[in-house]
């Protein structure tokens, strides 16, 4: 399993954040919103697999990121510090 971060900007109508919240949600327990408009994603997908997961809603005028996440330090997310690192080491 691999540790990721996901971000992205939505440009149009289509979809919106809910969508968005929705399909992101439907990668695993472990996928948890860390700021506004970014995700940590705990996978056995590749980097490229999960890129072509969350591209597969964008319209094409909205931007993306993918980011495989090998340490990582942090301070105030929208996410209790127990939550992140229970996904992250388990």
Known sequence: MANYFVSYDLNGRNPTHAEMDKHLKKL???VLRVLETVWYVRSQK?????????NS???????VLV???RNCH????LVSDQAIQNCWHS
């Open 28 to 30: 695993g327990k472990c």
């Open 74 to 77: 942090w301070r105030n997310l």
């Open 57 to 63: 809603i964008l319209s094409s005028n909205d931007r």
């Open 67 to 69: 980011i495989d996440a």
């Open 46 to 54: 590749s980097a490229e697999q999960l890129y072509n997961y969350v």
